[in-house]
């Protein structure tokens, strides 16, 4: 079992940046692939970011995202993080972490079994 608390989201201006934070109990964590989707009212949820359990994995990223954003994870920290530089407007929404039992990335929200609360991300024009 996982449970995953978001943090870090707030409002911003065009271009500014911020960090994501989501904090994991449960020993399965560094085993565990975890990834950052994103929603906003009325639209299915979007993959943005993904990095798997193992240690040669390389993080997978939405194309929208890419180039701007970084993921990265502390495993004796239990801690996933989600750096955004350059925020855009189009960047605006609900963002939540998620973890599957398996050591292979997936970008269909469908394959993750844990789901933090979410936290808001606003980015002004």
């Known amino acids: 079992q996982v449970q995953l608390v978001e943090s870090g989201g707030g409002l911003v201006q065009a271009g500014d940046s911020l960090r994501l934070s989501c904090a994991a109990s449960g020993r399965t964590f560094s085993a565990s692939t975890v990834a950052w989707f994103r929603q906003t009212p009325g639209k299915e949820r979007e993959f943005v970011s993904v990095i798997s359990g193992l240690r040669s994995g390389s993080p997978v990223y939405a194309d929208s995202v890419k180039g701007r954003f970084t993921i990265s994870r502390d495993n004796a920290k239990n801690t996933l993080f989600l750096q955004m530089n350059s925020l855009k407007p189009e960047d605006t929404a609900m963002y939540y972490c998620?973890?599957?039992?398996?050591?292979?990335?997936?970008?269909?929200?469908?394959?993750?079994?844990?789901w933090g609360q979410g936290t808001q991300v606003t980015v002004s024009s």
């Open positions: 998620a973890a599957r039992n398996n050591l292979w990335t997936s970008t269909d929200p469908r394959q993750y079994n844990y």
